[in-house]
Each structure stands twice: as structure tokens, then as C-alpha cells.
């Protein structure tokens, strides 16, 4: 794994702040850190922003958005990016936060599983309910497959060409890839537990034509055990639901179970945890290590509620905890941004 330092004072763009998490939280926060002249690199997990709205319920309409009598989860999510734009924060996706430490000169280093490793001067832990994980096969061996013959994820489409595949899962992800990968790959079976599907009804109904063509196979069935034959994986048994064991030759299996979220690495930086989220006060959502402030789903204080709103509050009072870490000399006076020649600068709509 190579390794990159980003972010160290003197190495020409010292970062100020590490957001880790860029669910609709971690977006407000880089705004409202953006409007005291804050910088922010943004750390997520999954390969897209939006954490919950995106994830588990892009479609669904939220009723309780200040002066948004509804809105889509997923357009609230666009519309927070898009309101975070001026700011150029630095989005570094599809990496997860796995070690944590303080450093001697009052820094913090952020690394991430892909090696990428931040110095810098604050954090904002925005990470929701945890890190998102797809939920495993739960096969006997199967971990020792994974990536080489199983697959939680499509990295490169082409790796998939002109292989024997076999799709689980009845959601969106497994719907798509078995529609775009019918006629590329030498043989494809999608299998899964019930005849309802969560994805949408029009791919549904493509994938049963191209199953009565018999240009893919479909089956209505669970994963039973993996076929290894001499310790080389050649193919999965799945039992369907009249009982029947039904061997699957494949070269492949991408597995789409949907995400979990896991808590995982923020439990274990040393910093306060109540009802398993991270202790903050309630003046700026410091947690119990100077520097490192905790807003949204991840933070615990009395009476707190989990609710995009009570985020938003939460950020924009971190950003004014982090700014006078940051410039403790500084005095710190509130500016609107309907009035403030400065913000409006910063939001690049004057130019005075
Ligand atoms: C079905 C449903 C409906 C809802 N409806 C409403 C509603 O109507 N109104 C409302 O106010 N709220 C609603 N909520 C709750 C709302 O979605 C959450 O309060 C909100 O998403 C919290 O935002 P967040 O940014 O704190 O965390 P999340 O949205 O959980 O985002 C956190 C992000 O952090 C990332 N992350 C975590 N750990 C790491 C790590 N170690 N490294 C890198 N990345 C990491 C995750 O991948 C994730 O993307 C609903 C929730 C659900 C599930």
C-alpha cells in the first residue's frame, strides 16, 4: 500500500479540518466552515456522498427540512453539495477512516484503509450511524475468496467480461448489474430468496425477459455452500425453495445483500462514548479531545434527537468551536450572511 501524507504545516496547503463522513451532516459542516474561511477535506467510506439519504432511502420524501415542505432524500443531498460548492472542499471517497491518533505538535493524523494519511488541525467526526459494510455471503470459506472470486462491489466492469457470474440479492445494485452484464458475460444467474424484488419494477421486468429468452438464468433460491474443488473455488450450491440443491458453475459470485452500518474504528480512538456514540458538549460539539468535534447521528448529549436539523445546529456552532481552535486569539462575532461583505465573498456571489 503506498502511503501520502496530505496536509502537513509547510507542505503548502496545511489542512484545517478532516471531516470524516459525508452524509448530509459532513456536507452542511463544509459549508458552515466555509463561511468563517475553513478549509475541509471530506472522508467517506462508500464511493458516493449522502450517508443514510443516499444510501437507504434515496426516493423517500422528508417532511421536516426548514422551509423544505418535502424534499427527496437524494435532492437534499444534491442541493447540500451544491450549496457547499464555493468552499472547493477536497472530496476523498470510497476510503475508510481507520486509524486516528494526536499528535505531539496538538495535530491529528487521519489514515484511511486506501493509505492515504491527513495531518491536520482539527476534525469534525460526522460518521453517522458508522462506517457502511456490505453485508457478507455467510458462507463457510467464503472470506478467503473474497475479491479473487466474490465480490461485494463492481471495481472494474471489464474484469466481469466473458465470465461465468452468478448475482445475489434482489435490490437495485443486483437488478442493474445483471442487466448490463447479460450480454458480456459467458454465462450469468441471478438467484434470489423470494419472487418480490426491492428494485425497481421496470428493471424487474427486463431481467424476467431476458430470463424467458433464456439469455440469463434466474432462480429463486439461497446460498448454500461454495463448490471448491482441490482448494480452487469453482462454483456455488444454492438451495431453492422447493428444497432442491442446485450446483451453479462460476467463476464469480458478486454478492449485493445491501450495507450494514459498523460502528468499527471511531469506538476505538480513545474518545467518550455514551449510549455508543461520541460524547460532545453542546457549546461547540467538542468531544472529550480537544480539537476533534463530533455533529450529527455519531454525537451524544442530553436530549439529544437524530435528526438532520439537530445536525445542521450542531455544525454550524462546531464550526465556530473549531474556528476559535484554530485562531484562539481571534474575537469571534456573528455575521449574516444577508449582510456580510466577507461571506458573501467567500460564497462568490460579490465580488467586493
Ligand atoms: C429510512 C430513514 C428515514 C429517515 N427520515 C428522516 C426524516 O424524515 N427526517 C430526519 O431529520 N431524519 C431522518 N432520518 C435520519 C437521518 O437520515 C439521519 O439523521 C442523517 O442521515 C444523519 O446524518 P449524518 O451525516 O450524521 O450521518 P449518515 O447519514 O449516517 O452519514 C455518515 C457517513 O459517514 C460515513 N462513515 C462512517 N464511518 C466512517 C469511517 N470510519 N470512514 C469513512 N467514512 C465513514 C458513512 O459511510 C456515511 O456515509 C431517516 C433515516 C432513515 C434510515
Known amino acids: 500500500m503506498s502511503e501520502s501524507i496530505v496536509g502537513s504545516p509547510g507542505s503548502g496547503a496545511p489542512v484545517e479540518t478532516v471531516i470524516i463522513g459525508a452524509g448530509p451532516i459532513g456536507l452542511f459542516q463544509i459549508f458552515e466552515l466555509g463561511l468563517l474561511g475553513i478549509n475541509a477535506h471530506i472522508i467517506d467510506s462508500l464511493a458516493q456522498v449522502g450517508g443514510q439519504c443516499t444510501e437507504l432511502y434515496p ?19 444534491d442541493r447540500l453539495l451544491q450549496q457547499a460548492k464555493p468552499f472547493h472542499a477536497t472530496f476523498h471517497l470510497g476510503q475508510e477512516v481507520s486509524e486516528f491518533a494526536p499528535t505531539q505538535a496538538g495535530r491529528f493524523l487521519v489514515r ?13 467526526i460526522a460518521a453517522g450511524v458508522g462506517s457502511f459494510q456490505a453485508r457478507r455471503i455467510g458462507l463457510e470459506g467464503a472470506q478467503a475468496f473474497e475479491d479473487a472470486h466474490i465480490h ?40 434470489h430468496r423470494r419472487a418480490d424484488f426491492r ?12 430470463a424467458r429468452a433464456g439469455r440469463i438464468r434466474y432462480l429463486e433460491a439461497l446460498p448454500h455452500s461454495l463448490i471448491v474443488v482441490d482448494g480452487r473455488f469453482t462454483g456455488v450450491n444454492v438451495k431453492a425453495t422447493d428444497g432442491v440443491i442446485h450446483a451453479l458453475e462460476a467463476d464469480k459470485l458478486l454478492v449485493f445483500f445491501g450495507l450494514h452500518p459498523k460502528l468499527g474504528p471511531v469506538a476505538e480512538w480513545g474518545l467518550a462514548l455514551e449510549k455508543k456514540a461520541l460524547l460532545v458538549d453542546t457549546e461547540k460539539f ?18 439529544k434527537k437524530k435528526l438532520i436539523l439537530s445536525g445542521f445546529h450542531e455544525a454550524a456552532l462546531a464550526a465556530f468551536g ?9 474575537k469571534q462575532f456573528l455575521q449574516y450572511t444577508t449582510t456580510s461583505p466577507i461571506m458573501q465573498k467567500r460564497l462568490g456571489v460579490t465580488s467586493s
Open 322 to 330: 473549531i474556528q476559535h481552535h484554530l485562531f484562539p486569539e481571534k
Open 286 to 303: 467538542q468531544t472529550s479531545l480537544p480539537g476533534v468535534f463530533a455533529v450529527g447521528d455519531i454525537n451524544f448529549y442530553p436530549g
Open 112 to 124: 484511511t484503509n486506501a493509505g492515504t494519511t491527513f495531518d491536520a488541525a482539527t476534525v469534525v
Open 152 to 191: 461485494y462491489r463492481v471495481r472494474r466492469a471489464a474484469d466481469l467480461h466473458d465470465q461465468r457470474l452468478v448475482i445475489f440479492g434482489g435490490g437495485d445494485s443486483a437488478l442493474d448489474w445483471t442487466l448490463e452484464l447479460a450480454a458480456k458475460a459467458r454465462s450469468l444467474t441471478l438467484v
Open 199 to 210: 428494485a425497481v419494477p421496470a428493471s424487474v421486468a427486463k431481467m424476467r425477459e431476458l
Open 59 to 77: 426516493d423517500k420524501p422528508i417532511y421536516d427540512i426548514p422551509a423544505l415542505p418535502i424534499c427527496g432524500a437524494q435532492e437534499l443531498i
